[in-house]
């Protein structure tokens, strides 16, 4: 990932509360008078990942960062207490508002494609435009590609859903509601050993097939047991909550970012995020750009998808 910018230390960190409950970390990173953009975090629960800032020139954007609520360096860790889609646009607005930013551009990827675009619908006077990868319009069918027995993932990787599910009463019948309640309940597990196992084997799911490769063979030796209980919990949390939103409610209502400038990275063999969401999207909005990246998955991790969204947000800087 030579192409990339150097990754850079935040020149400032902080904590808001939105809550009594909750207290967000926010991390500020770059150019301080630069172009705002805020860096939003797939998952849910994934938490800000170390390199984000590569895909960023320093010297011409004000990176805002944040963990979600219950993910990363945000507290509690995996509460899905108070944590909805609606709080989470909420915390936006409230970072958008301390950070003195009238508008800004959003980043977001997976999960994060979710929230930016949620966020541009319901303010769209306060954003320059957006960057997304991956796109998730949280739809039933987008819910099933990824959880459910009959899914697209769990075609494609048939033996990794094996491992997903093993020892779950789980068959081609159950509905993926069914399937994140069976993991919910294994997560409030008071045997540590059933609830760690369960927990691990949700995450190794989604790390098994974000990539077309893995550089160290099977990706199943993450140790940080935080990350792995915040994606888990958070993302099954939302999952079967329909991730708080009402069907097809993205693309019901984008019309309004018609005016935007808006640029979509999707690798061709995204088997968590399918590649058919962002066409339709791109389709839906007149100033849109799709590119689809050939020879990647989903993860950011994919040199070829990193380099995509680093020359996507040196093209929107100049855009906006």
Not at 43 to 54: D, E, Q, R, T, W
Not at 147 to 159: D, H
Not at 206 to 224: A, C, F, L
Request: aromatic share 10%; with cysteine; net charge negative.
């Amino acid at each position: 990932m030579s192409n990339l910018y150097p990754i850079t230390s935040p020149y400032t960190h902080y904590r808001l509360s939105p809550s009594r409950l909750h207290s967000i970390y926010i991390e500020e990173t770059g150019n301080p008078n630069g172009i705002p953009v805020l860096f939003i975090h797939g998952g849910p629960g994934g938490g800000i990942s170390a390199n984000y800032s590569a895909m960023f020139n320093p010297d011409v954007y004000r990176i805002i960062a944040f963990d979600q609520r219950g993910a990363g360096q945000s507290t509690p860790l995996a509460e899905t207490r108070d944590n909805t889609t609606e709080d989470l646009l909420a915390d936006i607005e409230m970072i958008r508002q301390h950070c003195l930013v009238e508008k800004w551009l959003l980043f977001g990827g997976s999960w994060g494609a979710t929230l930016a675009l949620l966020a541009a619908i319901k303010a769209p006077e306060t954003v320059l435009g957006l960057v997304l990868r991956g796109v998730f319009l949280a739809r039933q069918e987008d819910i099933d590609w990824f959880i459910s027995p009959n899914g697209g993932a769990a075609q494609l990787y048939p033996e990794h859903y094996e491992a997903f599910t093993q020892d779950m009463p789980i068959d081609k019948s159950t509905s993926t509601q069914t399937v994140c309640e069976l993991f919910e309940e294994r997560f409030s597990q008071k045997n540590r050993f059933l609830q760690t196992d369960s927990l691990r084997a949700w995450y190794n799911w989604e790390e098994r097939i974000s990539r077309i490769q893995h550089p160290y063979g099977d990706p199943v030796t993450n140790y940080d047991l935080a990350q792995v209980s915040s994606l888990s919990s958070l993302e099954c949390h939302y999952l079967k909550h329909n991730c708080f939103i009402s069907e097809n409610y993205i693309l019901k209502h984008v019309d309004v970012l018609s005016e935007l400038p808006v640029y979509i990275v999707h690798g061709r063999y995204d088997m968590i995020c399918k590649l058919e969401a962002s066409y339709l999207l791109q389709r839906s909005l007149p100033n849109s750009t799709l590119q689809v990246v050939a020879d990647a998955g989903h993860s950011t991790s994919e040199p070829s998808i990193a380099s995509a969204l680093k020359d996507a947000t040196d093209l929107m800087a100049k855009l906006i």
